[in-house]
């Protein structure tokens, strides 16, 4: 069964600090996995997404890495800010229909606190 | 920023009441797609269109229907509300051909069904 899981489910981090977010999925055939950060009462922003062949990849102080053959992600967070407290979604897409089907994690909701 | 809109943000009305949700978008995108979320739990696809006059429902059951007369709109209606359909319904887009294009998502709709 295709499946995204997202740990830890919530966390607390002061501001400044760094965190990592973890993502493990069973979804075959993998096409790409994308972080997605969504703020309260806001839809889901795209942040990254990394096909099968990229390991690493940055936007500002998001980085996310992949090891496809672990099936694993990871997004880093580095010197987090209060405006970076939101719920962070992990989405695979497979290669077994022309609609690239989504598999959505549950998120894991960040507080950042002063 | 993307350019998708949905209206209303926020709907509480009565049983048996006819509700459209509206969306909205100007990047001329042909996909475009409708979530259901609910507290703390995934995504889940409910609708989907790959251009004018294509409708394809989607992974989770939904008493919804849709129709994608312009390339702009996407409308989701249900006749007849029930509690049930409380829930925050996502509208998305997203280019066509490259699967590993971003979904671009709105704001969401709140619908609460008395």
């Known amino acids: 069964k295709n499946q995204v899981e997202q740990s830890p489910q919530s966390l607390i981090i002061l501001e400044g600090k760094n965190c990592t977010l973890q993502?493990?999925?069973?979804?075959?055939?993998?096409?790409?996995l994308r972080w997605y950060k969504q703020d309260t009462g806001r839809g889901p922003v795209s942040l990254t997404i990394?096909?099968?062949?990229?390991n690493t990849k940055s936007n500002g102080r998001y980085t996310a890495t992949l090891d496809a053959d672990t099936k694993q992600s990871s997004l880093h967070i580095t010197a987090s800010q209060l405006s970076d407290s939101a719920s962070y979604i992990c989405v695979v897409s497979d290669r077994g229909s022309t609609l690239g089907r989504l598999y959505f994690g549950r998120g894991t909701q960040l507080t950042v606190w002063p | 920023e993307a350019d998708i809109y949905q209206t209303p943000r926020y709907l509480v009305i009565g049983t048996g009441k006819k509700i459209t949700l509206e969306c909205s978008q100007t990047m001329g995108h042909d996909k475009m797609y409708w979530y259901q979320q609910d507290p703390g739990m995934e995504l889940h696809l409910i609708h989907y269109s790959y251009g004018v006059n294509s409708t394809e429902k989607g992974d989770l059951s939904s008493e919804s229907t849709v129709s994608r007369i312009r390339t702009e709109h996407f409308p989701l209606t249900l006749e007849s509300a029930r509690p049930s359909h409380t829930s925050q319904y996502l509208c998305a887009s997203s280019e066509s051909g490259d699967s590993n294009q971003p979904q671009h998502f709105g704001d969401g709709t709140r619908l609460s069904i008395l």
């Open positions: 990394m096909t099968f062949s990229e």
């Open positions: 993502c493990n999925y069973t979804v075959s055939p993998f096409s790409n």
